[in-house]
């Protein structure tokens, strides 16, 4: 799988249970969002590809530097050091 296309998946994954959660309340069911920020990384024709995401799926990409998580604002003040 191409990296562009497994970011367009992992987006419309993370998308598709954005509400999950309210309705989950609603009909009593397990399924809910999913509370992570994923980074994807690969090479597509010799070009990196990076991405990360929010927690309902709004992804930034190719950007130099990326960095997620709860520790992010440090990450990034390091990674902008070396950059």
């Known amino acids: 799988m191409k990296p562009d296309t497994f970011c367009n998946l992992v987006s419309s994954t993370l998308y598709e249970h954005r ?3 309210i309705i989950s309340h609603l009909i009593q069911s397990r399924w809910g969002p999913y509370f992570v920020q994923p980074i994807v990384a690969g090479l597509q024709e ?16 190719n950007e130099p ?15 902008e050091t070396f950059y």
């Open 46 to 61: 010799g070009k990196p590809v990076i991405a990360t995401y929010d927690s309902i799926g709004c992804m930034t990409k």
């Open 19 to 21: 509400f999950g959660f």
């Open 65 to 79: 530097i990326q960095v997620g998580g709860t520790a992010w604002e440090m990450l990034l003040g390091c990674a």
